[in-house]
């Protein structure tokens, strides 16, 4: 009984394999408590504290993670869990919970199901970025 899913946030991915457990949740093999940088570990939880954690008491999810900076890969990490759960529902519990559930995720943050299509646009000739020129100069 698992799904796998995957979250995305400009060049990071991370794809979460969620299954029937325990309540194990695991990425890149560490425990979600040891996430770095600190500051962003309740960006990580959100999914898990919208939802309660009883929600997550019966499924083992471990999540790998690469790409990107560190603050892309914990947006694309939260995204996967967020639809681990859904999809889990989806195929095994019932229509009904997976609506309930994606309704108090979507009402919380639209970036924790869809994914953010915004990607870093390429450098052109003739200036030193994507839109900056070089300055004109008469003498």
């Known amino acids: 009984w698992a799904v796998q899913v995957f979250g995305r946030k400009k060049t ?3 794809v979460a394999l ?8 695991k990425l890149n093999g560490c425990p979600l408590d040891l996430v770095q ?22 499924l083992d999810i471990r999540i ?3 790409g990107g900076g560190y603050t892309a890969q914990i947006y694309a990490v939260r995204q996967a869990l967020a639809r681990a759960v859904i999809a889990y ?11 309930q559930l994606k309704k108090i995720l979507v009402d919380y943050d639209k970036s924790l199901l869809v994914m953010d299509p ?21 003498r």
């Open 118 to 138: 915004r990607r870093c646009e390429p450098k052109k000739f003739g200036g030193p970025g994507a839109r900056a020129r070089r300055q004109k100069s008469y």
């Open 18 to 25: 969620c299954k029937t457990g325990k309540g194990v949740l």
């Open 64 to 66: 790998r993670v690469k």
């Open 89 to 99: 529902h989806q195929k095994y519990v019932d229509e009904a919970s997976k609506a």
């Open 12 to 14: 990071a991915t991370a």
């Open 37 to 58: 940088p600190e500051i962003l570990r309740y960006k990580v939880y959100e999914p898990i504290l919208i939802l309660g954690k009883e929600r997550f008491a019966n």
